[in-house]
Every structure is written in structure tokens, then in C-alpha cells.
């Protein structure tokens, strides 16, 4: 094992106290050789043995069959499982960052070595989301994938939404309670959520995804009004993590994305609270399927690399190897316009006789067809607040719409803008 | 493939449509040679080439790589499974009785001949249960499953708790929309649920568990009436496969029972609907897991059938082998009096000062201990009705308290006992 952190030294505690269980289940008793750490004499939980630890960490990435790899980050992690690979080991990793940025190089290095790679607990922790689309999806067409995959601006979000704090009392809070680390960005601004969507997007679609070839916007911007404005509109706040396929008169290929969006409160996703993680596949014949765990956390953790660590093992027992790199369809990437999402517009507009036939003829101006409208809020005087729901439109149709309306004399205001998910 | 409903149907289409897709999926192209049905010339959907179409099912299941049976029941499908182990062929079904009444004999068979068994179809359709229970379990200690996993029944109280409907109103819907059959028998009365059950529990803990070790209540004895106090009591009733791990002072073993239970509107089990399937998992590092999805139809359960044959397939290519049976813990299978669940005990009583303290008092003297309260009603005159929700409680302690309760003066009646599950 690389790294010894909360997960690791679950999964070495598992493994030394379920030795029967997984000598049963992987049909060869496994012995834990060594844990890689830093610091092999700083003080650790007692659940890791002291003279398991070394700091080592190429001896231990070359001369064993399986290597866990949990410490994290592009570097040493990469030159390490580069090593294990060629050294003939199969390697396990939880390691989203490092996927995200060098997955065909890993994937071509355990390839070249015949072993096997594994990373179950990239996304979404416990939840098998990476064998849902790798294996449980082989004999079927995903169409889109819609998750929620940070469990840290979920919690954030959802106190946000029960409590009516603010952005910066929710994450004090978060900070707190060890949800939020003191140097939030990776999970506010979207990156680790970024990083599972390009996982994510490229075991669905078949077809290499980087980080870079994710649109992404975090939740810092997300307001305790904006919050209560969704609860008017029967809907919660989520940050989403999108993969889209599409394949009509304007575009083929994937979207692949990161925002928060308006989720109606009925919708799966909407109920997902706390830290949990919940991922929703839509395929052609399987139709849309559901997964709801915790997403993060040391044993859920643990339990995501230690299915593949009975997997790989399993594979040196009686033969077989896990699944290649998948990347034939090679589907185009396209740019954060082939989004095609709803949209909810909030309008102040002059409260007359026409005002709404005016406001409906610029949106179907400009090809973007409407869902709903309600009439929310007397504002005084003969000012109405009316929000629009529309039905999926490009971001040009609806930037272009927007665009009109501003220049409607009766549109005293364009309040605001926010994209919709979940139907 | 032996047999060709309406999976069967969907399986060979999709297999001719997509067959790039599958070649790039297995590693090697899928030759569909021929499809097994008792009448050659009777009239099908033309997706199946009438050149494939055979009556001799023997020779389709010893003479290919591959076999997918989908003719349900026991026989001919264990004869012929049977024989496809023997001539070397991997067999992928979704013939959950079967499994259910011969799953170690099937097991042993496919280890014999060093070929795979694959039945994700057995199973909630395109939900990949079995895939979790086998393989992402396979580092964790599976604590209980509870699920959904029969559509008929739950489309059925679905509709009788959305519409208020009898239960034999609700069934002749079902049936005019093709949701339950015209003998309704294997659904309503639990025993297609039941053989799930045993296969979950087979998979969750790594033990034997046949049909004749489930305990079964279908659902026909449901009224609207039971459906309206449920949801006075703020719940839902469900038709539910329990498979539970007791490791107490009591009781080691695992207790597996279909049955139907009033379930918290809150409980994400609740708000499952129509013919859906939902399964939930608690394992000791995972925590909870959910997994929702179609359970049934053609396309969803062709689905789970093709992500076998795709990884049945990438055997024959790459090497490896499925899963062999995974029995060793073989725990002790309780019977229904090991049940542990809580109950709502619904009480007429004369409202008089110390009622409540009576009857909170034979509970506890019966060591069930309670939850909640509910005055739920005065009947008139110093009648009242009291609503109780105990902790978990053993079925015998349950049934002596209810005893006592009939025998108290001060307890008019005892108006209704059920169980709820879902915490």
C-alpha cells in the first residue's frame, strides 16, 4: 500500500481483521507486505502495524502482486503505479486527479504489463458507479449520466437549503465537522466533481475525457436567496456533475460539465441530502437507473478498493484481467454551447395587458420553447415578477433570447438566469 | 439462445443491431447461430431472422460458446443449462426460480466444465443487484438487504395508495395493462419475490439459501382500509424481500422473509412507484446503498442479459472466469420466529387516567420496547384509539404482549398488528 490515511488504514484493518473472508473470497490468502508512508515514525492509528510501514514507497510499488495506491495527487502516485505496472503488478486506486489527467497512459502501461487497473473508489466511494458503466452497462447504450459526486458542496448546499445559512456558514460548518477541508477550492469551485464527470463521461461514452474537456462552476456563488427563490419555484439547488450525449440536427458527440442547477423537488436527485452522493444513468433499453451511498468517508472508501482488491486477486488466482480502456466510439467533446439544458428566467416586467404575449414571442424568437410561467410576486405599483420555465434550448438560443428581452420595454428586468436538471 | 419472448426478442435484436458495438465490447464478435422456440412457424416479431429459428433446443445448448436461456421455470431449462455446462458452453439467464430451487446444482455444474454462470436478469431487470452483491461486496461484511423487487405488486399498492383503490381493483389494472398476468398467483402471493430473496440472501451471505427457506405473505390480504391507516400513520405499505444477518445474544444466523410492511413516507423505499424495483443495502464499511431502476419489461432485463454475454464473451477472449458459488460462511438459516422488525400495534382503549400507563406497561413486561405514541382518535364516549410503533422486536415477545394486551380490562380491542421496516 502507498499512502496511509483515513482510507488506507481502513483497508488495512479490514484486511489483517477479515483475512478468513477474503482468503474465501478472493481464493488466495492475502498478506498486506508493506505500507508506503511518509513518515514511517510519526504517530498512526494502531490498526496499521509498525513494522508493516517504510518510507520505501518504490520497493513497495515493485515487488509485490497488488498495489494500493492511496496517496493522492499526480505526483509521486503516477511514477510510482508507472513502476508497480511494469514491475508486474495489478494497482488499485482511488486516485480521481490522477485518472482524470493520465488515464490512457495508465491504462496503456497495465495493458503492456497484463495487469489488471482498478478505481472503484474514484467516484462516488462505496457506490459502484466505475463497474455500473464499465461492466453492468457493456450490453447497452448510456445516453446521459447526471450525479451528484461531491459530497462536500452537497452538504454545503443542503444546510444551505434546511437551515437558510449562508455560503460562508455553511462551509464554517462543513469546515468544522471535517466535511470541508481549510482549503475548500477542489470542492467549491467544482474540480473534484470535474474530475469524476471525465471519469464518468469516458466509460460512458466509450471515448477519452480529460479534466480540461470539462466546462466547470462551483458553488461560490450560490446565494441563500437564490436557495429560497428555488424553494418558490419547487425546486433545490444541486451541484451536477453532467455527461450528455448527443445526437441530433445540431450536434454529436458529449457535453460533459459541472454547475449547480435547479432540481424540481421531486426529482431523485432533489432528496439526495447531508454528504451522500447519488448517480442516475439513463441508457437506451436499461432506462434510468438509480444510485444512492455515501460517497466519501474512510470505510465507504475502503470498501470500493477492497472490492478490487478481491477482484485483482481473483484475476492472479484463476486467470482473467479487469476490463481495457474502452475509448472506440471516440466520440467529439464539444464545448460548453452544445449544452442543452432548461433554464429558469425571472422577469420584472410591466404588469399591462400583453406584457406576457410580448415576452413569449422573444423566446419563441429565438427558438426556445416554454415549459411554464407563473406569475410569482407583485412587486408594487404595476410590476409583476414572472418566471419562465423553458423546455431544453441551446445556451446561444437562450443567451439570444435573454439578450431580447433586455431590450422589451415592458422587461423592466432581468433578474436572473439558472439552469435546470432533472425531468 | 433457448426460448424468445419478449427479452428473448429485444436480446437477438439488439445483438444484430449494435453487433460493432458488442465486438468492440467482448473483444471479439458475437455470432448470434440460433434461437431455440417450441413452434419454428408461429408468428413473431421480425427483429428475430426466421433462418435462426429452431425446435431443436438440445442442439443450440451444446453446440455454441455461449448460451442465453430464457424459457423460465425448471424444465426443460435445467436439462438443457445442464447440458451447455457440459458441452462447454457459458450459460447467462434470468431464471430466478430455477436458481432458487437449483442454484448449487447449476454452480457446480458450471465449475465442473470451467465455463461461467452468469444471472443478472434474475434479479430487479436492469438494477445490477447481483453484480453488487457478488462483486462490490465482495470487501464488506453485508449486513441486510431490503427490497422492492417484485413490479407487479408494487405497481399494484402504488395504485391502490395513489388512487385509493381494492386491492382487486388495482390487480384487474395490472392486468389490462400487461403488469400482471392472468393468474396472478407467482406475483401476488410473494413467490417470484420469495426466489429473489433467496438469491440475494445466497449472494449477501456467502451461504445457501433455497425457496422452501423464505418465509412468504403476499399481498391479497392488503384492504384500502390498510392503506388509508398507513398513511395516517404517515407511511407507506410495500410488498418487501428482507434479508437479514443476526449476530446477537439471541440469534446468529439469517432470517429471509417476503412480506408486506408499512414503511416511513420519509424512507427512500417509500417514494419507489409503479413498477419499479428498488434495492437497499447495509453493509458494516459501505453503510447504506440504494439502487433503483426498472425491474422488468424487455429491454431493461435485455439489458442486464447483454452485460453477461459481453463479459461471458471477454472470458472466452481474455481468459477468467465469473464468480464460482460463494458459500462458506454457510450460516444457519433462521426460521420465521428469528424475525426481527418493529411493529405498529393499533389499540381501542377506554380512555380513562392510566391507560397509556397500562399498556405501556405489558409491553414492556413482554420486553418490547417502544418507539412512539399516537392518540389517533377519540371513537366517542371514553373510547380512544392508540397507535404504538415499538423498537425491533422478536415475533414471540410481539405476540405475548399482544396477549397481554387482549387480556387487560382497560383494552377494548386490539384493532390491527403490522410490521414496518425502513429506519
Given amino acids: 500500500m502507498l499512502g496511509c490515511g483515513t482510507v488506507g488504514t481502513q483497508v488495512v484493518r479490514l484486511l489483517l481483521e477479515q483475512s478468513e473472508e477474503f482468503a474465501a473470497r478472493a481464493g488466495a490468502r492475502l498478506e498486506v507486505t508493506g505500507v508506503a508512508v511518509r513518515d514511517a515514525s510519526a504517530p498512526r492509528d494502531q490498526a496499521v502495524p509498525r513494522e508493516l510501514l517504510t518510507d520505501d514507497a518504490t520497493r513497495v510499488a515493485t515487488s509485490n502482486d497488488l498495489v494500493i495506491e492511496l496517496i493522492g495527487g499526480i505526483e509521486p502516485a503516477r511514477t510510482l503505479i508507472l513502476a508497480a505496472f511494469r514491475a508486474g503488478a495489478s494497482v488499485i486506486t482511488g486516485n480521481k486527479a490522477l485518472i482524470a489527467a493520465h488515464g490512457p497512459e495508465l491504462y496503456a502501461a497495465a495493458a503492456a504489463a497484463e495487469v489488471d487497473f482498478y478505481y472503484e473508489a474514484a467516484v462516488a466511494g462505496a457506490i459502484p458507479v466505475v463497474y455500473a458503466l464499465r461492466e453492468s452497462m457493456a450490453g447497452d447504450l448510456v445516453t446521459s449520466v447526471l450525479g451528484i459526486v461531491n459530497g462536500t458542496t452537497n452538504y454545503i448546499l443542503d444546510e444551505m437549503s434546511t437551515k437558510g445559512l449562508s455560503f460562508d456558514q455553511a462551509l464554517a460548518t462543513a469546515q468544522e465537522l471535517g466535511y470541508a477541508e481549510a482549503d475548500p477550492t477542489a470542492d467549491v469551485d467544482g474540480l473534484d466533481a470535474a474530475a469524476k464527470a471525465a471519469i464518468i463521461a469516458s466509460l460512458a461514452f466509450h471515448t477519452r475525457v480529460g479534466l480540461d474537456d470539462v466546462t466547470v462552476e462551483g458553488i461560490r456563488s450560490v446565494t441563500a436567496a437564490d436557495i429560497r427563490e428555488a424553494h418558490a419555484s419547487g425546486c433545490e439547488i444541486k451541484l451536477l456533475a453532467i455527461a450528455q450525449r448527443r445526437d441530433d440536427d445540431h450536434a454529436r458527440g458529449i457535453s460533459v460539465r459541472v454547475h449547480p442547477a435547479l432540481v424540481p423537488a421531486d426529482h431523485p436527485l432533489a432528496s439526495v441530502h447531508g454528504a451522500f452522493n447519488a448517480v442516475l444513468i439513463e441508457a ?105 420555465v423553458t423546455h431544453r434550448a441551446a445556451v446561444a438560443h437562450l443567451e439570444a433570447a435573454v439578450a431580447g428581452l433586455r431590450s422589451e420595454a415592458r422587461v423592466l428586468d432581468v433578474v436572473s438566469v439558472q439552469r435546470v436538471e432533472g425531468e
Fill in 284 to 388: 437506451q433499453s436499461a432506462g434510468r437507473l438509480m444510485f444512492y451511498g455515501q460517497g466519501a468517508g474512510g470505510a465507504p472508501t475502503a470498501s470500493a478498493v477492497l472490492s478490487d482488491v478481491v477482484a485483482a486477486a481473483a484475476h492472479r488466482v484463476h486467470g482473467g484481467q479487469a476490463p481495457r480502456e474502452s475509448s472506440y466510439a471516440d466520440l467529439p467533446i464539444l464545448g460548453p454551447e452544445a449544452a442543452l439544458t432548461r433554464y429558469q428566467v425571472q422577469l420584472r416586467v410591466d404588469d399591462q395587458p400583453g406584457s406576457l404575449a410580448i415576452v413569449a414571442g422573444v423566446f419563441a424568437e429565438h427558438e426556445v420553447s416554454i415549459d411554464s410561467v407563473r406569475q410569482s410576486a407583485y412587486v408594487g405599483g404595476s410590476r409583476a415578477v414572472v418566471t419562465i
